[in-house]
Each structure stands twice: as C-alpha cells, then as structure tokens.
C-alpha cells in the first residue's frame, strides 16, 4: 500500500538538543509538506519542498530546518532555537505543487520535552 | 490571502439525525475546497474537495458537501450521524491561482455523536 510513513511515533528532547523526525513517502509524489498542530489552532505549515534540493519557509520556520535530497524523503529537525517545540507534527504530500488532488498525510509524530 | 472559519469549536449530534459542519471561505480567486477528517493520534483522512462543477459534492463515508458561493461557505452534511463519525473535522482551502498556493486549514470542529 502507497502512503507516507512518520517516524518516531513519540519523541522527547532534552533542553539544547536538536531531535530529527522523518518522513517518508512511497506515493512518488513531487510535493512535501511539514505542518505544525497545536490544539485550537488547527495546522500551520512549517516548510513545503516542491522538488528534490528545492525547500522553502512556510509560516513558521523559525527553529526548524529541513532537507530535500531524495524525493521520497523530507526530514525535519527541531533545533534547540524552538523554544516551544511540544506539538504535534504532521508530513503531508501531493502529486504535483497547486495540483487539485488532496494532500496525503502521515500518522504524526508527537514531540514533547523532558 | 486566503482564511477559513470553522465557527462551532464542537457540533453534538444524535446518532440517526443529519450532521452538519459548517465552513466559510475568503480567496482572492477561485477556491479549491477540502475537507479531512482526523481521529484521535492519527494524520488528517481526505473526505471529499469542490473544485469545479455541481456544487453539491459527494465524499467519502456518506458525507457530502455543499459549495455556495455568494455565502463563501463549504459546510460539510450528512443524513444521518453514525457514533464512529466522531472526529475531528478539518475544512481547507487554497487559491486556485498559479504558482505556489498554500492550503490554509480552519481550526477544526469537534463532532460528538452520542448513542
């Protein structure tokens, strides 16, 4: 079955700690998507790559980053400069940037701090 | 830019009677409409989107859609409530211009269906 796979399921950082959460997708989709879900807020993007080596800032980049080297892979890293980092964190993707079809999306990765 | 308003933060229904959840829309052109729906630990499931054409639009697991444009609304419908529709419910939409358009999510309405 095509889809896209988020892991850990659950991640803890530790104070000043950079943690990575991976995204992959087996749908060879072109478009990749990191959103942020913080409860009543509904989901606010953090960062979409439109191709492979190509990744450019959603709405609140600030402490994170992300990197775009196969086009079934799109990691995103919390750095330490994420003061608030606990959420929930969904990957999304989708056929073609702007296309009309639905994004897809992965199961979440819930961050919290220790 | 784009918004959308998801006004009920919960909707409590019976299960047997309709359901509706309401979603209103602003874009500069013309929308592209989504909605998902989302349980507990889970990602976002695609229900059903208006694109163009009849403006009643059939989804995923009975429910339905309806797109009204003087009103820029989208609520979602369906006849009668089953108690696993309970859920999170997620209205979206992007500007069907060219170039990158990002898909702006409302902040979701709880739907409670009791037994």
């Known amino acids: 079955d095509g889809g896209i796979t988020q892991s850990p399921k659950y991640l803890f950082r530790k104070e000043g700690q950079n943690v990575t959460l991976s995204c992959e997708q087996n749908?060879?989709?072109?478009?990749m998507y990191w959103y942020r879900q913080d409860p009543g807020q509904g989901l606010r993007l953090i960062y979409y790559?439109?191709?492979?080596?190509?990744?450019q800032k959603g709405d609140i980049a600030e402490g994170y980053s992300v990197s775009r080297e196969k086009k079934e892979s799109f990691p995103l890293t919390v750095t330490s400069a994420q003061k608030n980092p606990t959420a929930f964190y969904l990957c999304?993707?989708?056929?073609?940037?702007?296309?009309?079809?639905?994004?897809?999306f992965g199961d979440g990765t819930r961050l919290s701090i220790l | 830019a784009q918004s959308v308003a998801q006004p009920e933060d919960q909707v409590n229904v019976a299960e047997g009677n309709p359901l509706t959840v309401k979603c209103t829309y602003s874009?500069?052109?013309?929308?592209?409409l989504f909605w998902y729906v989302q349980y507990p630990n889970r990602g976002l499931q695609f229900l059903l989107k208006?694109?163009?054409?009849?403006?009643l639009v059939k989804g995923s697991y009975g429910f339905e859609a309806e797109f009204n444009k003087s009103q820029t609304s989208f609520h979602l419908k369906k006849p009668s409530a089953l108690v696993s529709d309970s859920a999170l419910y997620f209205c979206?939409?992007?500007?069907?211009?060219?170039?990158?358009?990002?898909?702006?999510f409302g902040t979701g309405t709880r739907l409670l269906v009791s037994p």
């Open positions: 208006y694109i163009t054409g009849d403006n």
């Open positions: 874009v500069s052109g013309n929308p592209y």
């Open positions: 790559s439109q191709i492979v080596n190509d990744f």
């Open positions: 979206a939409v992007r500007d069907g211009g060219t170039g990158f358009q990002k898909l702006v």
């Open positions: 749908l060879n989709h072109d478009a």
């Open positions: 999304a993707s989708s056929a073609i940037q702007g296309d009309r079809q639905p994004q897809h």
